[in-house]
């Protein structure tokens, strides 16, 4: 297939715009799938994905588009009649993926920018333009959902138009539902996108040129997943050259070679072809088995390929830590076994071996946001059968101690005692809500709950405004996204990106149960907020941990006092209840001796936190 016939292109919107939806209409007007083996999501492939209703992993396909007309495709503007390839990627929308957007926007040369006519452009739409223009992509503006009763079309095509400084009838207008106008994005897609070129993939354009001549194949790795029969499968745009079953190519990087095993393209199921050439997007089999090896941004090659790598990606930066052990340490080797599978398919978290005195060992875990968190170890729970022990997640803190010593904790169970420290310092987000001006008051009084700092209020398109503000990170967890949608009746929108660090007042407050600290349940707080934190968890846990056969206190403490106790009384249990008959002082008996043990079960007894207090520990809206 001829370069100019090849388009590449993303969809990129805010959560619940309609992409996946959208993206089903394509394939199933192209023909890629038949009508009768259509489903809702066809393209979210994971068990997870459908139960939620949101995508996850960015999923690559190849459709096939004619185009009626004569002439030739030399401009963009003026694109002939003929076939043509059109290479899609499917991506996520929820703020804690975006590092998989920021991928798939590398591998294509254009992005259709999807917003809900219901909706208008959300906050998250702001920052997947703003992602998409610093790649370098054409956008394309579409409007969704116009089939909807409650869609305000004019106005937010209006509101998209000014977004891009761009005509009005520049903007699609289409129905991932009924399909209409989809027909027509395709060909728009085909009119507007480049076709896509050599250079485009390269460093500079020396390097570009000197491939070229060579005709080496080079090719850029934006995802990968593991096959326990094939080992790992590399997803890759292709920038020059092509590939083919039995080549011996190299992992530029990794300084690893390989035979290809199989080259193929996503239609949307892995599907064998005979060679992968210059602007397409597909996959290569490597046979690799052995873990880190294969990375995202890394640059394939042949053997013959001189040239320095691609421009790959810079590494994702973990938000938000939490530690993850296994409910028996007999279960530690599948953990890490597990660990490093789920590596291979999901990039964007980090773990390291760590060590606890009550829970053993396990792995301290990096993540992109607290929805990552719960998806990474809802997979590890499903795909692995593991039962885990997950602590409180917290953010990364850079404390000064008073012997002039400084550190960055990640647990709150290795953050310093408060008469230890000098100062700490903690990460800041900036943030842009974007909501209608009606909800500006109980908002206000939210973000000052949560220490947010507003710098500005910007009328926003019909009848919203924009609130731009600094908040503390670690804020951001304690519920910050459900309460926003709450007192905004769920019309607000969120997007944010961390900026600096400032110094931070927190203490670390520990939870005890039955007089033994539980490292799972430490958190380090506002000072300010400590009492009524440290009620509240006390009042959770009373309210979730089962009674055992002796009483026992549940506790937290901070600055070496107790602040919050709640007592959980035993199961009582008559023994001499089952005594028939005899003498009174034969029960007395049985109760004296049963009292005893209660009394040294007390002393010695340990209690047993399930699994499901954990996790509804760190849901904290539960």
């Known amino acids: 297939m001829n370069l100019s016939n090849i388009r590449n292109f993303s969809i990129i919107a805010h959560i619940d715009h309609g992409k996946s939806t959208l993206a089903d209409r394509m394939l199933e007007i192209t023909g890629t799938i038949e009508k009768r083996k259509m489903q809702e999501q066809v393209l979210d492939s994971m068990e997870l994905e459908r139960e939620r209703g949101i995508t996850i992993k960015m999923q690559p396909v190849r459709m096939k588009w004619h185009v009626a007309g004569g002439g030739d495709s030399a401009t963009r503007e003026q694109t002939g009649g003929g076939d043509y390839i059109l ?17 798939a926007l590398r591998a294509v040369e254009g992005s259709i920018l ?7 452009v959300q906050a998250q739409t702001l920052t997947t333009l703003n992602m998409a223009r610093e790649s370098g992509l054409v956008i394309i503006p579409v409007v969704s959902k116009i089939d909807s009763p409650l869609a305000r079309i004019d106005d937010v095509v209006k509101e998209v138009s000014q977004l891009l400084e761009c005509e009005e009838s520049d903007v699609i207008k289409v129905s991932g539902r009924t399909g209409e106008g989809v027909a027509h994005l395709l060909d728009e897609v085909i009119k507007r996108v480049p076709a896509p070129s050599i250079e485009s993939g390269a460093e500079n354009n020396e390097v570009a040129r000197i491939a070229e001549r060579a005709g080496h194949f080079r090719a850029l790795i934006f995802d990968f997943q593991y096959s326990n029969h094939t080992g790992v499968i590399v997803y890759v745009r292709v920038f020059n050259g092509s590939a083919k079953k039995r080549d011996r190519l190299v992992f530029k990087i990794a300084e690893r070679e390989f035979e290809a095993i199989d080259v193929g393209i996503f239609m949307p199921q892995e599907t064998v072809t005979d060679t992968l050439g210059a602007g397409e997007i597909g996959y290569i089999v490597t046979g690799i088995k052995e873990p880190g090896v294969a990375s995202v941004g890394d640059t394939i090659a042949s053997l013959k390929d001189t040239e320095p790598p691609l421009h790959g990606y810079a590494n994702p ?32 978290f980090t773990y390291e071996e760590e060590s606890s005195g009550t829970l053993g060992k396990g792995y301290r875990c990096g993540f992109l946001g607290m929805l990552h968190l719960e998806i990474v170890t809802e997979r590890l729970r499903r795909e692995f059968n593991l039962e885990l022990v997950v602590t409180m997640p917290t953010i990364t803190y850079e404390v000064k101690l008073k012997n002039g010593k400084s550190s960055k904790i990640y647990s709150p169970a290795l953050f310093p005692d408060d008469n230890d420290i000098a100062e700490v310092y903690e990460p800041i987000v900036a943030m842009k809500i974007i909501t209608p001006p009606s909800y500006i008051g109980g908002l206000m009084k939210l973000l000052y709950e949560h220490e947010g700092e507003v710098l500005s209020t910007d009328n926003f398109g019909d009848n919203r405004t924009m609130l731009t503000l600094h908040m503390p990170l670690r804020e951001l967890m304690r519920n910050f996204f459900d309460e926003v949608k709450s007192v905004s009746s769920g019309y607000a929108s969120i997007s944010y990106d961390i900026v600096s660090s400032r110094k931070a007042d927190v203490v670390r ?9 539980v490292p799972a349940f430490a958190r380090v707080i506002s000072r300010r907020r400590v009492t009524e934190d440290a009620e509240d968890i006390v009042e959770r846990l009373h309210k979730l941990l089962p009674r055992e056969l002796f009483t026992f206190k549940i506790q937290a403490c901070a600055f070496g006092r107790i602040l919050s106790s709640r007592t959980l009384s035993g199961v009582k249990k008559d023994a001499a209840g089952t005594l028939s008959g005899g003498d009174i002082t034969r029960k007395m008996k049985l109760r004296e001796k049963q009292k005893e043990g209660r009394k040294r079960l007390k002393e010695i007894g340990k209690v047993n936190i399930p699994q499901e207090v954990f996790v509804r520990m760190i849901r904290s809206g539960d």
């Open 114 to 120: 999807l917003v809900d006519a219901t909706q208008g």
């Open 509 to 517: 407050m520990d939870v005890l149960v039955a007089d033994e600290p």
């Open 87 to 103: 290479n899609l990627i499917d991506t996520p929308g929820h703020i804690d993926f975006s590092y998989e957007v920021s991928r």
């Open 317 to 348: 930066r973990p938000v938000v830590w939490a530690s993850l052990y296994p409910e028996s340490q007999d279960d530690l080797p599948l953990l890490k076994q597990a660990l490093g599978r789920l590596k291979l398919s999901d990039s964007s």
